[in-house]
C-alpha cells in the first residue's frame, strides 16, 4: 500500500467540520454561505491506496479481513458503462470497521463468493443500491440486509442527494468525483482512480451514521428501512419487449417499413456490440440508425454520407449495415407503431379521454404534494407518479379507506406509504372535482 497524507486539512478540523454539518442539518437549519464552514477536501484514504486484489490468495485474504471486522460492510461497484457491452462490474469495493479498505479486481474471477460469505447476514451500506445491486449479483454477492444512504437521504429530506453532496451536507468532507464516469475496464486502473474508488466506502459508515440521527429524529427510520428492503428483494426486471424502440429519436417514425429498417439496424448494431464487447453507441448513435432508417440508402458511399455513420464501424462494417437495411427493404414482418401496454395513457390526454379521471389525477397530484411537503419527503418517494396514475386511471369500483389501500399494495405500495397516502387519496377519489370548487 501507498502512503499518503489523508486530507488537506488537520483531522480536528475535519471533525469539528463534520460536527457543525451535521448539526446543522439535524436541527433543520439550512446555514448562508457565510456561516457555512469551508469543507474539507478529502482527497486520499486514511490507509492510503489499497491493492487491487486480482488472486485467489489475494481474495481469500480478503475475505477473512471482512469476517474478522465488526459492523456494517460498506459496498460500492464500479462499472465501465458506454465503453463495455452490459452492465458489468470491473472494480468492486469493501470496508469494514477493523478490516481496512479492499479493491477487488472481479474480472479474474468467476465469482466473489468468499466475500459473501465472509459478510454472511451483515448489513450492506451503498449509495443507490438499486444500481449496483445486479453487477454484484451476477458475481454471487447479495445482501442479506441493506441500507441505502442515497435512499436514506431522500427520505430525510436532503435537497441533494448524490454522495458527494450528502457527504458535504452531514460530514463536512467534499469528494473529488471526476473519475466516476471514467472506463473502469482499463487495466492497469491508474493510481487516482483507485484512490476515488477507495474514498467512495471510507465515508459510508459514517454517512449511515448521520443520516439515521435524521431519519430517527423525523421519525422516519422505519419508513427508509421498508424502501431498503424493497429494493433489496426487488424481483429483476424482466426482459424487456422490443428494446430497440428504446432507440433515441424514434418518436419520430410512423411509417412501418422505417421502423423495420430502425429494428434491423438496431440488432445489427446490437450482436456487434456484444461481439466486440463495446457500448453500442460507440459503434454506431443512435441517431445515425435513425437517419439511415429514413434515407434508406443503397450504396456504401451513400451510407457514409448519412449523419453520424462516420468513424471505424461505420465504415468497416457498412456491408453489414446494408444488409440489414436490405433485409428491413423486403421483410413481410414489419412492427406496429406501438405495442400493447397495460400502462394508463398519457396524462395529457386524460381529458379527453377520461375528464373524470383526469379531474382525479389532478385532485391526487395536489393531496399527494401537499402531504409530502408536510413530511419533508419527495414526491415520487412517497408514492411514485406511475402508482398514482395507475391508480387514478382505474380505481377500485367501490371506494373507500380497505379497497385504496389494498389497490396500492397491490401496486407495489409499501405500508409506509398507504398509511400516509391512503386516506387522502381516498378523499380524492371520492371527491375528484376538489380543485375545482376552490
Known amino acids: 500500500m501507498t502512503s499518503t497524507p489523508h486530507a ?79 452492465q458489468r462490474a470491473f472494480l468492486v469495493q469493501l470496508r469494514r470497521e477493523g478490516s481496512g479498505s479492499w479493491l477487488i479486481d472481479p474480472v479474474p474471477f468467476e465469482n466473489l463468493d468468499p466475500l459473501q460469505e465472509a459478510i454472511g447476514d451483515e448489513i450492506w ?70 484512490r476515488y474508488a477507495a474514498l467512495d466506502v471510507e465515508v459510508l459508515a459514517e454517512l449511515r451514521i448521520e443520516l439515521i440521527k435524521l431519519l430517527e429524529a423525523d421519525g422516519k427510520l422505519d419508513f427508509a428501512e421498508q424502501e431498503f428492503e424493497a429494493v433489496r428483494t426487488a424481483p429483476a426486471a424482466p426482459p424487456r419487449v422490443d428494446p430497440w424502440r428504446r432507440t433515441s429519436g424514434l418518436h419520430q417514425i410512423r411509417d412501418r417499413r422505417t421502423l423495420a429498417a430502425v429494428r434491423a439496424l438496431w440488432e445489427t448494431r446490437e450482436s ?90 389532478a385532485t ?8 409530502a411537503e408536510s413530511l419533508n419527503i419527495p414526491t415520487e418517494n412517497l408514492l411514485t407518479p406511475d402508482t398514482l396514475r395507475r391508480l387514478c386511471w382505474n380505481p377500485p369500483q367501490e371506494i373507500d379507506p380497505d379497497t385504496v389501500a389494498a389497490a396500492l399494495a397491490e401496486l407495489g405500495a409499501r405500508a409506509w406509504q398507504i398509511e400516509l397516502v391512503g386516506p387522502v387519496l381516498t378523499v380524492a377519489l371520492l371527491d375528484p372535482d376538489e380543485l375545482t370548487k376552490r
Open 8 to 86: 488537506t486539512k488537520p483531522v480536528q478540523d475535519r471533525a469539528e467540520s463534520s460536527e457543525t454539518a451535521a448539526q446543522q442539518s439535524s436541527e433543520g437549519l439550512e446555514p448562508t454561505p457565510e456561516e457555512r464552514p469551508e469543507p474539507v477536501l478529502l482527497d486520499t484514504p486514511r490507509d492510503g491506496v489499497p491493492e487491487v486484489i486480482t488472486t485467489p490468495a489475494g481474495l481469500q485474504r480478503a475475505a477473512r479481513a471482512i469476517a474478522a471486522g465488526t459492523g456494517p460492510v460498506a459496498v460500492d461497484a464500479e462499472r465501465a458503462s458506454g465503453f463495455r457491452y452490459g
Open 125 to 194: 451500506i451503498l449509495h443507490a443500491a438499486s444500481q449496483d445491486l445486479p453487477c454484484l449479483r451476477e458475481l454471487g454477492m447479495d445482501p442479506a440486509r441493506l441500507f441505502d444512504t442515497e435512499l436514506a437521504a431522500r427520505i430525510a429530506g436532503l435537497p441533494r442527494v448524490g454522495l458527494g453532496h450528502a457527504v458535504e451536507a452531514l460530514l463536512g468532507l467534499r469528494l473529488a468525483k471526476e473519475h466516476s464516469a471514467a472506463d473502469w475496464s482499463t487495466r492497469p486502473l491508474p493510481e487516482p482512480w483507485l
Open 272 to 361: 456487434l456490440a456484444q461481439t466486440r464487447d463495446t457500448a453500442p453507441g460507440r459503434l454506431i448513435p443512435d441517431s445515425a440508425l435513425v437517419a439511415a432508417a429514413k434515407a434508406m440508402p443503397k450504396s456504401v458511399p451513400t451510407l457514409l454520407k448519412t449523419p453520424g455513420f462516420h468513424g471505424r464501424s461505420a465504415s468497416k462494417d457498412a456491408p453489414k449495415w446494408l444488409r440489414a437495411l436490405q433485409e428491413a427493404a423486403s421483410t413481410t414482418d414489419l412492427p406496429p407503431n406501438q405495442v400493447p401496454s397495460n400502462s394508463p395513457p398519457p396524462p395529457k390526454v386524460w381529458a379527453d379521454r377520461d375528464p373524470v379521471a383526469a379531474a382525479r389525477l
Open 364 to 371: 391526487a397530484r395536489a393531496r399527494v404534494a401537499r402531504t
